[in-house]
């Protein structure tokens, strides 16, 4: 056999080993790393959405929480992690939307160091306070922040998480700008929010829903156009005489780029199932999450997201926040 003939046949065989690998992955555990502490709104969705997709994948799924930086130091970790398919995720519009217009020197390009997997849920932000907090409705929340703005405590998960971009969004539309205490996530934020050691926080639903169920902190709206329907008696931003706040957030799952194409449609496949499982459908939407269909949830949608959300937050908060 020529030279030649022997190349071209070890290359046959290394793209057909490839394909052939790549047919059999996942071949071990997957480790999904969550940006924020565990126990919040990121951390229980990659719960659900990954108990579900590792029975489709027939691997465990490990949950690494990789605190810091808004989000950003866990995803620069999984930016930089070896794109072979074990390594993956969940991020959202503060790690992939906002956070490159809060940090200049920001280690990765949300658009071209990724690999979309997919939409894993939407999550409405509601404004909420420690159950003592001294209003009873939006109207008398607004005028009391406004007035007492050197002693109101807002808190969030760090520069260009949800909780920061989205109480940004308001502080600016009350024209405050009161001290904002950085926690590793909104799990711990929440407890301290249920003791009263921090007043209010802009959240997302899936983390407050079991809270404002139980009493221990109160709601002043949900900045949706209409209520949620996991939480019928919060009124929204509208009814509450802040039309121009409307926000939801969302999180979505993310390879490494390079990640093979046909893994990245594996994991999409992955969750693609899970959404649409009843049960796990139903454990997001009953904390409030709305879940993408099909369409929804593929890699193709989400990159157009990342795309739009990056355009709609980075020229926004560059604008609003001294870099
Ligand atoms: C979390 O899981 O802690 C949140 O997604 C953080 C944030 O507010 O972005």
Not at 16 to 38: L, N, R
Not at 106 to 135: C, H
Not at 276 to 291: M, R, S, W, Y
Request: charged share 20%; with cysteine.
């Amino acid at each position: 056999m020529t030279g030649l003939r022997k190349w071209a046949l070890a290359g046959a065989l290394a793209l057909g080993s490839a394909g052939a690998f790549a047919q059999s992955y996942p071949t071990k555990q997957i480790t999904m790393i969550v940006p924020f502490a565990a126990g919040g709104p990121t951390d229980v969705i990659a719960r659900i959405v990954s108990d579900h997709m590792s029975k489709t994948l027939g691997q465990p799924i490990i949950i690494e929480n990789v605190g810091g930086a808004g989000g950003t130091t866990g995803s620069t970790r999984a930016a930089k992690a070896a794109p072979d398919g074990y390594t993956i995720m969940m991020g959202h519009m503060g790690t992939h939307g906002a956070a490159p217009g809060l940090y200049p020197n920001i280690a990765y390009n949300p658009q071209t160091d990724f690999e979309p997997v997919g939409l894993a849920a939407g999550t409405p932000i509601l404004i909420v306070a420690r159950k003592d907090f001294p209003a009873k409705d939006l109207k008398e929340f607004m005028a009391y922040v406004k007035a007492n703005e050197a002693k109101v405590n807002n808190a969030d998960a760090g520069p260009g998480s949800v909780s920061n971009i989205t109480c940004i969004l308001l502080h600016d539309m009350l024209k405050v700008n009161p001290v904002t205490i950085p926690y590793q996530g909104t799990g711990p934020l929440l407890n301290d929010l249920v003791s009263g050691k921090i007043d209010y926080a802009c959240d997302q639903i899936v983390n407050l829903t079991p809270q404002l169920k139980a009493g221990t902190i109160k709601a002043y709206a949900v900045a949706m156009p209409a209520r949620a329907k996991a939480l019928p008696d919060v009124p929204t931003s509208t009814e509450g005489g802040l039309p121009d706040y409307q926000v939801s957030a969302w999180n979505a799952i993310f390879a490494p780029k390079g990640t093979p194409k046909d893994m990245v449609a594996k994991l999409n496949d992955a969750l693609v199932k899970a959404l649409a499982d009843p049960a796990t459908k139903g454990k997001l939407e009953d904390l409030g999450g709305i879940v993408p269909d099909a369409q929804g949830a593929s890699s193709a949608a989400l990159a157009e997201l990342v795309k739009r959300e990056n355009a709609r937050w980075i020229p926004l908060l560059k604008s609003k926040v001294k870099q």
